[in-house]
């Protein structure tokens, strides 16, 4: 046994940043492993939109707005599949979380909060976002750790992985295995355990094993591979949450890859909200399957979750590409023109016999599909209920872009109780064990849909939340 430590902090991304800095500021002696050569996590990434009810920006701004509302939004968007105590826990929290990072700088956009529909939209501006997206959630936060390691309240190591737990008598961790980048094994005996490792959706041979089979796609970093769901599974911690695979509506995968997406800034621009489409959407049997301009994103989602290999084509024409607002909006003509000449998901021919064939798509359906777009555009009606009909499919060339359902988020992971405290198969919580974050899978805050903010402010939340409880600071459980 080489150490001994109050807290030990697994994965420095955006719960485990917030609860080592807390628990550090505590007075407890904090030890942050992270598998990485740097902090962060998925904050390098993502969007990092923040939802957040009663905040002092909404007040500014004349918004009338409690974690009540905030609640309610939640559950009705999730229609009751999210987990109400945590949902309740979330937004109660969430105004702090917003606040201390205004007050410590935070570079907000001028635009937010806003109401946004990138996902099932609130019924009140509460979504934030930084104007580096999840960089500028890492300016505030990556000082504060780096402040207090200088000041050897929090030892950081980098590099360093939990391989295992030790459980200790009765529920309960006793320590913790970490490997290096040497590769030298070491046990670490703590207080208490926070598993802040993130989610699976970078993992695509667990993924499907732990979420009903469902096939990733996604921009989600390798990091994400589920560590610490998997080291808390085999000390007999419950999952939750494999049944609520809800897919992200497109995404193309970057060529060479067959997982790996593009960067979510470079997916096609599908909101009808942000720009009407010019596009067909059909499946591999060249079928279309929704109205591509429904204004629910949830709608588009579940009808995406029922089509065979969760994958769909945008399919249109030379005129579209003239006279439509782009669909690769961050492209310039030469990402198109290599998009369309080196990556596979990228179709284009004279004819749409041909460009079925070459993309993968059923011709006679595609041809049947596109006769009756067209019929619709020309004032038959669409079958699907879809309005916006700007102009026939009908100038060569033609073009597919494949699309899938994807992920950016996995819906599984470790059951808590109020306290965060991961909780064993016979619903006894472990009574040193916590998580946060991913690890309590994307579907405790979201249920089977998508809610705006939901992941990254309760990950926030509860990371400060759990670094304030191992230091005895319980009362700070209702706001
Ligand atoms: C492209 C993209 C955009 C997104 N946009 C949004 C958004 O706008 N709003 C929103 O709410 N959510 C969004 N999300 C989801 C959200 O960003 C994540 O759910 C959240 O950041 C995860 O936080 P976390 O602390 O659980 O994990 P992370 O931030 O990923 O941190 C986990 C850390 O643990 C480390 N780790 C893993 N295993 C080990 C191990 N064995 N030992 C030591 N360290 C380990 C990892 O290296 C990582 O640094 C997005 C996700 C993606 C991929």
């Given at each position: 046994?080489?150490?001994?430590?109050?807290?030990?902090?697994?994965?420095?991304?955006?719960?485990?940043?917030?609860?080592?800095?807390?628990?550090?500021?505590?007075?407890?002696?904090?030890?942050?492993?992270?598998?990485?050569?740097?902090?962060?996590?998925?904050?390098?990434?993502?969007?990092?939109?923040?939802?957040?009810?009663?905040?002092?920006?909404?007040?500014?701004?004349?918004?009338?707005?409690?974690?009540?509302?905030?609640?309610?939004?939640?559950?009705?968007?999730?229609r009751?599949?999210?987990?109400?105590?945590?949902?309740?826990?979330?937004?109660?929290?969430?105004?702090?979380?917003?606040?201390?990072?205004?007050?410590?700088?935070?570079?907000?956009?001028?635009?937010?909060?806003?109401?946004?529909y990138f996902h099932e939209p609130?019924?009140?501006?509460?979504?934030?976002?930084?104007?580096?997206?999840?960089?500028?959630?890492?300016?505030?936060?990556?000082?504060?750790?780096?402040?207090?390691?200088?000041?050897?309240?929090?030892?950081?190591?980098?590099?360093?992985?939990?391989?295992?737990?030790?459980?200790?008598?009765?529920?309960?961790?006793?320590?913790?295995?970490?490997?290096?980048?040497?590769?030298?094994?070491?046990?670490?005996?703590?207080?208490?355990?926070?598993?802040?490792?993130?989610?699976?959706?970078?993992?695509?041979?667990?993924?499907?094993?732990?979420?009903?089979?469902?096939?990733?796609?996604?921009?989600?970093?390798?990091?994400?591979?589920?560590?610490?769901?998997?080291?808390?599974?085999?000390?007999?911690?419950?999952?939750?949450?494999?049944?609520?695979?809800l897919p992200t509506y497109g995404g193309t995968?970057?060529?060479?890859?067959?997982?790996?997406?593009?960067?979510?800034?470079?997916f096609p621009q599908l909101t009808p909200q942000e720009r009407p489409p010019w596009e067909i959407h059909v499946n591999r049997s060249g079928l279309r399957f929704v109205a591509e301009d429904d204004a629910s994103v949830d709608v588009r989602e579940h009808a995406l979750a029922r089509q065979r290999g969760v994958e769909f084509w945008v399919v249109y024409d030379q005129r579209a590409v003239e006279e439509a607002p782009p669909l690769f909006p961050?492209?310039?003509?030469?990402?198109l023109?290599?998009a369309f000449?080196?990556?596979?998901s990228f179709t284009r021919a004279d004819d749409l016999d041909s460009l079925a064939e070459a993309a993968g798509i059923d011709p006679q359906g595609l041809r049947l599909t596109v006769r009756e777009y067209n019929r619709a555009v020309a004032g038959g009606g669409d079958p699907l209920g879809r309005t916006h009909l700007p102009a026939p499919l009908e100038r060569g060339p033609f073009y597919a872009v494949r699309n899938h359902g994807t992920?950016?988020?996995?819906?599984?992971?470790?059951?808590?109780?109020?306290?965060?405290?991961?909780?064993?198969?016979?619903?006894?919580?472990?009574?040193?064990?916590?998580?946060?974050?991913?690890?309590?899978?994307?579907?405790?805050?979201?249920?089977?849909s998508?809610?705006?903010?939901?992941?990254?402010?309760?990950?926030?939340?509860?990371?400060?939340?759990?670094?304030?409880?191992?230091?005895?600071?319980?009362?700070?459980?209702?706001?």
């Amino acid at each position: 046994m080489s150490e001994r430590v109050d807290l030990l902090v697994v994965g420095g991304g955006t719960a485990g940043l917030p609860a080592a800095a807390e628990a550090a500021e505590q007075g407890l002696d904090v030890l942050l492993v992270e598998k990485a050569d740097r902090l962060g996590g998925t904050l390098w990434r993502s969007w990092a939109q923040m939802a957040a009810a009663g905040t002092g920006l909404q007040r500014t701004r004349g918004i009338r707005d409690t974690p009540d509302l905030h609640y309610d939004d939640v559950m009705r968007i999730s229609r009751g599949t999210a987990d109400p105590d945590l949902v309740r826990l979330a937004v109660d929290h969430a105004a702090e979380t917003v606040d201390r990072l205004m007050s410590a700088g935070f570079d907000m956009d001028p635009d937010a909060p806003a109401v946004l529909y990138f996902h099932e939209p609130y019924s009140v501006a509460r979504t934030y976002w930084g104007r580096e997206a999840g960089k500028s959630v890492l300016d505030v936060l990556l000082p504060r750790v780096r402040g207090l390691a200088d000041r050897g309240r929090i030892r950081v190591r980098t590099r360093t992985a939990l391989t295992g737990l030790r459980g200790g008598g009765g529920p309960s961790v006793e320590a913790a295995v970490l490997r290096d980048a040497a590769g030298a094994v070491e046990e670490v005996e703590a207080g208490a355990v926070v598993l802040t490792t993130g989610g699976y959706a970078g993992n695509p041979g667990l993924f499907p094993l732990l979420t009903g089979g469902a096939p990733l796609r996604g921009p989600a970093a390798e990091t994400s591979a589920g560590d610490g769901i998997l080291a808390a599974l085999s000390l007999g911690a419950r999952l939750r949450g494999s049944d609520m695979f809800l897919p992200t509506y497109g995404g193309t995968l970057r060529a060479g890859s067959d997982w790996e997406t593009a960067h979510l800034d470079d997916f096609p621009q599908l909101t009808p909200q942000e720009r009407p489409p010019w596009e067909i959407h059909v499946n591999r049997s060249g079928l279309r399957f929704v109205a591509e301009d429904d204004a629910s994103v949830d709608v588009r989602e579940h009808a995406l979750a029922r089509q065979r290999g969760v994958e769909f084509w945008v399919v249109y024409d030379q005129r579209a590409v003239e006279e439509a607002p782009p669909l690769f909006p961050s492209w310039g003509e030469a990402d198109l023109e290599r998009a369309f000449t080196g990556n596979p998901s990228f179709t284009r021919a004279d004819d749409l016999d041909s460009l079925a064939e070459a993309a993968g798509i059923d011709p006679q359906g595609l041809r049947l599909t596109v006769r009756e777009y067209n019929r619709a555009v020309a004032g038959g009606g669409d079958p699907l209920g879809r309005t916006h009909l700007p102009a026939p499919l009908e100038r060569g060339p033609f073009y597919a872009v494949r699309n899938h359902g994807t992920v950016l988020k996995s819906p599984a992971g470790l059951a808590v109780d109020g306290r965060l405290r991961v909780l064993g198969d016979d619903g006894r919580p472990f009574t040193n064990l916590y998580a946060a974050g991913e690890a309590l899978g994307g579907s405790s805050m979201s249920g089977r849909s998508f809610v705006s903010g939901m992941s990254v402010t309760p990950a926030l939340s509860f990371g400060r939340l759990i670094g304030r409880a191992a230091a005895g600071e319980d009362q700070h459980w209702r706001p």
